[in-house]
């Protein structure tokens, strides 16, 4: 029999991914999922995607597989935690500061790698934690087929490896890293430009800037003296790589958000060691800096769950960031009502979005 509290907890979840299901719902296809599901080239998102929609028609069906994998993330996420944290109340924190960031609220209503990469670190950890060393391979292998980023988590798994010595993980990581060179590494194109600023940005931006500060923070303090556990070495080291990385090509916002966004839970830690280590009338700022940072992060998940009226309400100039969503969406619209099925001049990726709703180059 659940808990009252316990009932709450998980009513609000249930709540959380309605939510997230009547946004994926009523927001049109993106750029980059159209392009993708109208690919010649194979993807795993394209392939999910596909699935999705042969299984429900709409916005909603390609982007089920994203919401289902949605959930089993918040699953995972609080069973890692759960066994990471003494207290039941800092695993709940820690799964609603999760799922509250909005690199996870647009992972989960919008079909893209990220998810996917996602849900195979958390499935890797989740076994690592629980010993299943033979079943933790599966992941990490699968990750090898679905993201270029994979290299980088082998790379850091030996580090990982050989400082706990753990020697199965090390010679799992090392044969993985060797055959994942030996297929062939694809990486983005170089530049010859320097996207370190632009990266910070892109993170504060997936994380809301003052918890990227917090989760910066703690990940330092953890270096220095913390726990430096396997979520400590796989969250940070990636942000740490992402970083030098970008100083010479361009990283994408799904390239390690995936790997830095499960430091939540270092952050959490963090906050909560340093909260108890003092006595409760020194607790004062604490609390304050907690409120102000999780308001700002509230802020922020409710300006993306509810950009659809925001920018109906402000236009495309005051909200442009999604405005190339809905800008073909709103054409395509405008044509049809007007009995039009085609349009002359249009470039590739907004093509791709207007083709979803039934519009094509004029020949």
Known sequence: MLQAKELLFYTLVALYFLVLSVVAHTTPISPSEAYQFYQDDFSVTAFLMHIGQNTLAGEIGFRLPFILMGILNSFLFYTISRKLFIRKNDAVLALGIYLLLPGVIASTILASDAMIISTLILTFIYLHIK???SLSVIPLFVLMFVHWSASFLYLILVIYALIKKEKVLLLVSMLLLLVYFAIGVVIPEESTKSYFFELLGVYATIFSPLVFIYFFYAGYKTLFGG???????????AFALSLLFSLDEKVRIADFSSYTMIGIIVAVRSYSSSLRVRLKQFQRGYNIMFAV??????VSASSLL????????????????????????????????????CIDSINERV?????????????
Do not use: T
């Open 227 to 237: 726990e430096r556990d396997i979520i400590w070495y796989v969250s940070f080291l």
């Open 351 to 363: 093509y791709y979005q207007m083709k979803y709703y039934g519009i094509e180059k004029c020949s």
């Open 306 to 341: 509810l950009h659809q009226p925001i920018y109906k309400f402000v236009g495309k100039d005051r909200y442009p960031i999604v405005a190339p969503i809905y800008e073909p969406y709103d054409l395509s619209l405008e044509l049809k009502s007007k009995g039009a099925n």
């Open 293 to 298: 940072v999780i308001s700002s992060l509230v």
């Open 131 to 133: 010993h299943y060393s």
